[in-house]
């Protein structure tokens, strides 16, 4: 039996990663594209009983297009965390964050987002967890008791930041809460 909870912990691995790397890297608007992209790539190729094929071509060209002038668009920029010496866990963790525009222009209508480290639990940490919850379930119940999620995610949220000077600094107050 685990060999299979391995392939299925490395496949949650595998999807979680991903799509914690396409939330960062694409906006709303972005995610709308890609999944339209993605959905058009699998009705595609039944082009005597719908139209589909035709946006294709276009949805990939607006994909590329974007991926390729977001290089152009970087701006230097650093960022330092004030954290205070020491947070509860379970309770939301109150922090400041220093942005300092390194470029010559001003910067208006910039996001701050936070990347925190990979929280994910490895295999050995996630198989003792459903081990303990089989022994809690008894056989032949519909229901029972389950243990709450043991690898709470800190979730910190966007914050806008006002128009910052060349070699301006500016500061942001952030909580983290688990979540």
Not at 18 to 39: D, E, I, K, Q, S
Not at 100 to 123: H, I
Not at 125 to 140: G, T
Request: charged share 20%; aromatic share 12%; proline share 7%.
């Amino acid at each position: 039996m685990t060999p299979f909870f391995r392939a299925l912990y490395y496949f949650y691995r595998l999807a979680s990663g991903r799509w914690h790397w396409v939330r960062r890297h694409f906006t709303r608007p972005g995610l709308a594209v890609l999944g339209t992209c993605m959905l058009a790539a699998l009705l595609a190729p039944d082009t005597e009983n719908n139209l589909i094929y035709q946006a294709l071509p276009l949805l990939l060209f607006l994909l590329v297009l974007a991926v390729g002038l977001s290089w152009l668009f970087r701006t230097p920029f650093s960022a330092a965390r004030l954290l205070p010496r020491f947070g509860t866990a379970g309770r939301p963790l109150h922090y400041r964050v220093v942005v300092k525009n390194l470029s010559t222009r001003p910067q208006n209508g910039l996001t701050l987002l936070d990347n925190l480290a990979d929280s994910r639990p490895s295999f050995n940490d996630w198989r003792a967890v459903q081990r303990a919850e089989q022994k809690l379930l008894r056989s032949f119940r519909l229901g029972g008791q389950r243990l709450l999620h043991p690898f709470k995610v800190a979730a910190v949220k966007d914050a806008e930041l006002p128009p910052i000077r060349p070699r301006q600094e500016m500061s942001s107050s952030r909580s983290a809460a688990a979540c």
